[in-house]
C-alpha cells in the first residue's frame, strides 16, 4: 500500500477503546440475563418434582416404605402444589433474576427456600410427624418442621445446581467489573 498520492501515510483504523469497552459490557449483560433465565427456567421446570420427592420422602420416613397412605387423591393434590409452587416461588425467581443485580434485593436461593410451604402443608394435613432438628435449623427455618428446605441449587437437582453455578459466576463477574470500573471514574 505505501503512501497515499498526497505524501501521507494511509489512515490505519484503530478501534475505540471506549466502544470495545461498551461492547464487552453489554455482552457481559446480555450474557448475564441468558444465564439468569436460564436458572429460572431450571427451577420451575424442578419445582414439581421437588415438592413431590419431598413429600414422598417423609412419608417413607413416617410410615415406612411405600410410604403414601391410600388416598386417591394425594397424587393430584402434590402435583397441584408442585404447580402453585412453580406459579409462586418459580414466578418470584424469575422477576428477581430479570432485575438488575444491583437492584436484587435478595438471592434466588431464599426464594426458593420458601417453597417448603407446599409440601409442608400437605405433610400436615396427612398427620406426618415432625421429624427432629438441630437448634441451628429451628433458628434459621422455625416453619420447616419436616427439615425440607433447601441448602443449595444442588437440592433441587443436577441441572439448577449447574444452572446456579454458571448464573453465580456471572453475576459475580458483572459485579466485579462494575466495583472496578466505579474505583476507576
Known sequence: MGRSTSGESPSINRPDPDIEIEVAVETDDRRLASYAAALADGVERALPGWVASAVARRLGEAYGPGGMPDDPGLRARIEEAGQAAVA?????????????????????????????RYPTEILRDLGAP????????????????????????????????????????????????????????
Open 88 to 116: 409462586d416461588v418459580g414466578v418470584r425467581v424469575r422477576e428477581l433474576l430479570a432485575l438488575d443485580i444491583d437492584e436484587q434485593w435478595t438471592n434466588p436461593l431464599t426464594l426458593i427456600r420458601t417453597a417448603i
Open 130 to 185: 415432625p421429624v427432629a432438628r438441630d437448634a441451628q435449623a429451628r433458628r434459621f427455618h422455625p416453619d420447616d418442621v419436616y427439615d425440607l428446605t433447601p441448602g443449595n441449587f444442588a437440592d433441587l437437582g443436577q441441572e439448577v445446581h449447574d444452572l446456579g453455578l454458571s448464573w453465580g459466576a456471572a453475576k459475580a463477574h458483572v459485579h466485579l467489573r462494575r466495583r472496578r470500573a466505579e474505583e476507576v471514574a
